[in-house]
């Protein structure tokens, strides 16, 4: 009975490493190590904060948050989960 | 202010993130009256300088960039601990106000730690042209502290920031807001602070007990550390605080520190909402297209190469001139001075020994100051952090990341910054590796004997070939050495990494000139000081004791110098060696050069200066590069290969000593010394067998 058909249903939060480039995703957890968290969020990749993959092939992302521009390497992207916004 | 604090200089911190312009605020205020520290290089030691204002002395420090007052590398320890340690009169934090969100981060936690602070709003002509409006005064109000809103580059509210230096200082001003966490993580802040205001810890530390409170929550390492040297009842007090963050992870669902963080996070976005407009969107993101191109999974590599190619190339040929006067210059000075002066023990020491030793060197310095330029535009642009990602994905093969490739590319210009940079690798066993390594990156110390000897025996325009051929091989022996250490002795994962990469600016005349002088100029010192030194003790070496004369009767003039050098001490050092230098094709002069510039890399072109200037039995003076042409020892091939044993042997005691610093045991520089040695020799080897067999 609460089943709002209108609304898209909710998207799988999926690791950054895997998020569609150029599209912006919306940090959900962090995953990893307290510092690693910790760190994380000082450099912006707090839960709620978009981000968008900018570039990428096989090395680190190039991603923006907080308007700026971060590479980040491959196993940190992993650490990191979002979903897409719509 | 009294007439005693005025005594006393105002100390004023410069901090903030890293690219936020930070250095150049630092250079605005203090002009050239600043004290680089020992190396030239990025901001890795704190930087120090004076500036008097208004009757007041004013001792600024410039401090690592930091996005946190929790270290996460080194570097940030650094900053931290001056702040934390040794209390300044004052913090400026250094803004970048066209990303001033990301920025302000850091700000929020120097207000936490309620102390005097000032927000330096730099670059708000850039933010500006993006389109945004800051009301600074709004913001002031709304973060309890000063906002001076400036332009480094040109000294736009320069003023205005000095006054509020030393009227905070004076008045001892501290932020007049709390940041408020909210309901969920006040009362445990607050009670985490009574505890500790109970112990009294606040007069013994002299930091705010709130700051504390908040570190604790958030599990800083340092702090926790620091209250168990202090206190007795720490554990105590840690028991509470564990619960506490049971507690918080419990009806938050988050870690206590990323909810702190998320509150932080959300004091700035409310602030800025209020008090930043946005009034038009750029059309054209530029750092985005120059990314899209530079970073390319096809072209980045090869755009990245050519840029390298074209550093070289232009060090050689713009420099070749210049050199060629300074050269003159020093031949004429040689030739004046052996006139002046009677023959005998002086006039070899000035002629041979000083002229002949310090000239040699200083005659590079316009291809070092070139290199050093093209090292500051490199740097100055922003490209330099993107070289980490073009270069990341081959960096994994060989067990390193991208942010290892920053420190070796430093390593270009000197290998002593580049050591000290490899504090902001986080990661203990790539911090070592790339330690390791970065001296096989080819320094600008290292970069006279390679114009000299290629000068000698290739035409210019195969020379600049050759020695970027040099570098190169470097690069590889970097790579194959990595490979090794991180498939042996530091084996493992790569830990993960974030690293800002700063928005694309063109470099500003006066930015340039003063990186590129700083560096210039420490080379110029180098050479009047510790080279100096080395050139008397060699030539000491190579001239004591003399033969007696009944051994140098019958000696032509041409027999007499060659004898005179064998039968002294650098001579017999050298014989003794001389099986090992044979197998490469060196003889006793290139020994004992090889050996001098164990001190540094330059000495082995002052020693050659010297031991061919006391050659020249005919006493006219011809330069160092023709004297070499016309030694029956040397071809390109010999060359070549002393190039190669120069550029992997012992980088130099400057670097010997930070590694022993940064490592903290005598292990890591002897292992250094080592293998660095060993693998000359093989590689020298190899070369000159090689060479030999393929006919060359």
Known sequence: MFGRTDLPPLQPALPLVSAAPGRPHQVVELTGGRGMCRHLTDMGFVPGAVVTVMGGHGGALIVTVLDSRLMVSRGMARRIMVRPLT | MSISEQDQPIVVALAGNPNSGKTTVFNSLTGARQHVGNYPGVTVERKEGHADFDGHELHVVDLPGTYSLTPYSLEE?????????????????????????????????????????????????????????????????????????????????????????????????????????????????????????????????????????????????????????????????????????????????????????????????????????????????????????????????????????????????????????????FEWLGAVAAAWLPPGELQSLIVDGIIGGVGGVLVFIPNILLLFLAIAFIEDTGYMARTAFVVDRLMHYIGLHGKSFIPMLIGFGCTVPAVMATRTIDDEKNRLTTMLVAPLMSCSARLPVYLLLAGAFFAPEIAGKVIFGIYLLGVLLAILVALVLRKSLFSGETTPFVMELPPYRLPTLHGLLVHTWERTWLYIKKAGTIILVASIIVWFALTHPAPPPELSAGDSPEQAPVHAAAYSYAGRISKTLEPLLRPLGFDWKIGTSLIAGFAAKEIVVATMGTVYSLDEADEQDQGLREALQSDPQFDPLVAVTLMVFVLIYVPCLAVIAVVRKETNSWKWPLFLIGYTCALAWIVSFIVYQGGRLLGF
């Not at chain 2, 005097?116 to 973060?143: C, K, S, Y």
């Not at chain 2, 800083?220 to 605080?241: C, N, Q, S, T, Y």
């Open chain 2, 77 to 329: 320890l650094v900053a931290r601990n001056f702040v934390i340690d040794e209390r300044p009169d004052v913090v400026v934090d250094v803004v970048d106000a066209s990303n001033l969100e990301r920025n302000l981060y850091l700000a929020t936690q120097f207000i936490e730690l309620d102390i005097p602070v000032i927000i330096a709003l730099n670059m708000i002509d850039m933010a500006e042209a993006q389109g945004l409006r800051i009301d600074a005064e709004l913001l002031t109000q709304l973060f309890g502290v000063p906002i001076i809103p400036m332009v480094a580059t040109t000294g736009f509210g320069k003023r205005e920031l000095l006054e509020a230096m030393v009227e905070v200082t004076a008045e001892r001003t501290k932020p007049r807001v709390t940041i408020s966490f909210g309901s969920e993580l006040e009362p445990h802040i607050a009670s985490v602070t009574e505890k500790l205001d109970d112990i009294g810890l606040d007069d013994q530390m002299g930091i705010s007990p709130r700051w504390l409170a908040i570190k604790l929550l958030e599990d800083d390492a340092e702090v926790v550390k620091d209250l168990r040297e202090r206190i007795p009842e720490a554990e105590e007090l840690l028991e509470g605080v564990a619960r506490a963050r049971r507690h918080i992870k419990e009806i938050l669902g988050e870690d206590p520190e990323i909810a702190i963080g998320d509150r932080r996070y959300g004091f700035i976005a409310g602030a800025c909402r209020r008090a930043v407009v946005t009034v038009k969107r750029p059309k054209v993101d530029i750092t985005g297209l120059i990314d899209d191109i530079v970073t390319n999974r096809i072209v980045g590599i090869p755009i990245f190469l050519l840029l390298m190619w074209l550093m070289f190339e232009m060090v050689f040929t713009l420099g070749e001139p210049p050199m060629g006067w300074i050269e003159a210059g």
